[in-house]
């Protein structure tokens, strides 16, 4: 079976235009349900969501769809994703669902699905859902004694907040420290600036007043430079940005400069090999993370494996192979030590526990571990339905691309799996090579699209 629907992250899309409907909300809870009945006990499913407000719409249709397969829901309200996936284990529930887009704008919308063990599904049971939609419900349709029933969960945000708390060393506090923390007008607006202040930081917080509309909007872990700025007015120690859903994370030093997620994944992974905690031997990262955080590691004995992009994959392999720190440079950190997912708050409070032993060494110092090598990356809109990537000219400019980087760096060309984009990458010693190759296959690609969408009109 193969996936339409689906995409790297569950389905994404345009909110209130197809297949980001209410419509196909209700279908997916449906088909979900079905897919999750595990023998006569009485299922039940955990709603979170961020603070968009189509989630407003999208919220009660999931829950009509779930209630009339027989399954109860648990309404959380706005919460971060890895709590969702925290709270799905803990409450021994059938399935999570999340409805969020992540660092995507308001606009946007999004269903994320978690099994029992609070993981993201595979390829295939999402392939499996997605084959049920198209099927009739009616013969499955629960009776009218056996419909679900929908509560709210009033204690939810307190019961995440004590679940990230007892994940931060014991004996250890944030006193002395100042942070800022950038909420991204999201799910972690509430949750993160408590979690902070509750372990003894100076809080200075923003993004946390959303309205709906202004989620990811100029700020949080995609957009940074409001966060750097307060950093530096108000001579932070560091800032922490989230993204809409909270499961990734950017942090900026003392002096306002940006420290992505190969950086965070490589220090909380040096830390953890010296304290024999670290399992796998090595880091689990995609195939975007920096050949610098490669050459890195290999230089402390530990290794990098790489996977497709996706904090899902990231996971799979972790699982598969025993490793527990893993993530994306993005700001996905996966520690499953803590979390089945990436939790960005957790990776935080991994990180400030090395800044809090480090003698007052300074964030600056402390997380550039490595020297990144020089890496471009570039995004090609292209038009939904085209293939610019099996273009004979872009094809011809890929191979070039790769014959110029030889043996000196690395090319990586991909579609992205949330939205109309080609993402270009290339990384290598020589900067200006690096540069050069990327604006090429970009502006092939880009010529060829417009070329192909010119042609269908």
Known sequence: MTRHLFGTDGIRGTANVDPMTAETALRVAMATALQFRRGNHRHRVVIGKDTRLSGYMLEPALTAGFISMGMDVVLVGPLPTPAVAMLTRSLRADMGVVISASHNPYQDNGIKLF???????????????????????????????????????????????????????????????????????GAAYRVAPKVLYELGAEVIPIGVSPDGTNINKGCGATATQSLQEQVIFHAADLGIALDGDADRLIMVDEGGRPIDGDQLMTLIASSWAQSQTLRGGGVVATVMSNLGMERHLTGLGLHLARTPVGD????????????????????????????????????????????????????????????????????????????PLEDAQVQSAIRDGEARLAASGRLLIRKSGTEPLIRVMAEGDDETLVHQVVADIADTIRVRAETAASGAA
């Open 115 to 185: 099994g029992p063990d609070g993981y993201k599904l595979s390829d295939e049971v999402e392939a499996a859902i997605e084959a049920r939609m198209g099927l009739p419900f009616e013969p499955d349709l629960a009776g009218s004694p056996d419909l679900g029933r929908a509560s709210r969960m009033e204690d939810a945000t307190g019961r995440y907040i004590e679940y990230v708390k007892n994940t931060f060393p014991r004996g250890l506090r944030l006193d002395g420290l100042k942070i800022v923390v950038d909420c991204a007008n």
């Open 312 to 387: 899902r994959y990231v996971v799979e392999m972790m699982r598969e192979r025993g490793y527990n720190v893993g993530g994306e440079q993005s700001g996905h950190v996966v520690l499953s030590d803590y979390s089945t997912t990436g939790d960005g708050l957790i990776a935080a409070l991994q990180v400030l526990a090395v800044l809090i032993q480090s003698n007052g060494r300074p964030a600056s110092e402390l997380c550039r571990v490595f020297s990144p090598v020089p890496q471009k990356l570039t995004n090609v809109r292209f038009a939904p339905g085209s293939k």
